[in-house]
């Protein structure tokens, strides 16, 4: 049975073509559950130092700003390696690179358990950055081939939502876990320090906890589905999108010359917006855990899990916001369909952080970090989308150009938080966060999704 559409939900009749074939396997959704894993691995590794950096500045005698700039420095190789990590992706395979992706930035992340001194934690968390560029555009690069067409959008979401979930993780078990071993430590009297902070030996279980991954991933993992022995002919048929023999997957599409992508409008627009608005968010994700510890005096447990309750409005925001575009698509039409949720998007956000000036209490800032967090996922549905629809067949090197801009701007700013914060201006901080999203609201009035970028053989 032959379907017009690719994208529609695959239909398979039992009765038919498939009347002696054997049920379909699923290692499909084992491939997207792997994935999902490395995504949470991904976050919880990459801010699990922010959760614990009022223990580490006390241990190490670092101030807010060396651990800003200590912040900056995984974010400017993040970015900066994000175009050649993601070559090696593709010239390696899925199998090779995410596991030596994975590895490299769990050992990083476990040496920085061992570092000493500012410099080395600086080396440590570029490293880290260089190992974990290539890690979405890797996992995107074989999901197309495992995931059917019908799915790709939902897999794809549930890797993100991975990320965001490691993020909530991190900011509730780190704590917990430096609580408990602590207790431990002194119990069994493996230590005379009446309240010690074990939070190297958290970083070394959580970097074990990525090489097991790797080891697993490399073990059972294939590249492409018709090289793994766990899938039999009918998901071939199912992953291939029709009821017919696999075919292989067309190689995309070369992208235009340089200089023709350069001239699209919208590629400049997006990009500073995603730098503007990573300008804003950078503070929730590295900062915020400080913030209620030194203003409000709340314990490191209880500001973790603030931070990540924070968190959760992200996550919610999300999946808010990729409804939002799609109906908003239909109803509107293409240009206010996706301008439209990054205009409230970015309002919403700078409001939420000048509201932050005037409360007075924890429970009441952190609702309105919450809704910060909130405003600023749910535009990643709107500027995915409107990325795919100015890019076309070219949409994977446009959304590399614009997320390292965005990293850019996670690098730019968290030296300037702790400027800002060693003067004693948190309010400073909030202000700068609200101004960032009121450019991008103001960037987004002049997108226009229309405004193609050329196809390669339009160049």
Known sequence: MKQSNPYEPTFVDPSAEFASANRPTHARYLVLAL???????????????????????????????????????????????QVPAGTLGDRWGGRIALTLFVA??????????????????????????????????????????????????????????????????????????????????????????????????????YAALGLLWAGIFWWWFRDRPQQHQGVNDAELMIIQGQAKPFQPIAPHTPVPPWWVVMKNRNLWLLSAIMFCVNVGWIFLATSQTTYLKEVFGSSLVQAGAYTALTALGGMAGCISGGFATDWLMRSMGEVWGRRLPGLVSCGGAALMYLLALVLQTPESVVIAFASVYFWNDFLLGSLWSTVQDVGGRNSGAMFGFINMSGNLGAAVFPPVIGLLVDSKSWAGVFIVSAAAFLIAFVLWCFVDPRIKLPAHDEA
């Open 35 to 81: 994935s999902v894993m490395m995504a949470v691995l991904l976050y919880l590794d990459r801010f699990a130092l922010n959760v614990v950096q009022p223990v580490v500045m006390d241990e190490l005698g670092l101030n807010l700003t060396q651990m800003g700039w200590v912040t900056s420095a995984f974010f400017w190789a993040y970015a900066l390696a």
């Open 104 to 205: 490299a930035w769990s050992i990083a992340f476990g040496l920085q358990a061992l570092a000493t001194t500012f410099a080395l934690l600086i080396v440590f968390r570029v490293l880290q950055g260089i190992a974990q560029a290539g890690a979405y555009a890797t996992t995107a690069g074989f999901l197309k081939y495992w995931i059917e067409p019908s799915r790709r959008g939902r897999a794809n979401s549930a890797v993100s939502m991975g990320g965001r979930g490691g993020g909530v993780l991190t900011n509730f078990a780190t704590p917990l876990l430096m609580a408990a071993l602590a207790a431990l430590l002194v119990r069994m009297q493996w230590t005379d320090n009446p309240d010690p902070k074990p939070w190297r030996w958290i970083f070394l279980i």
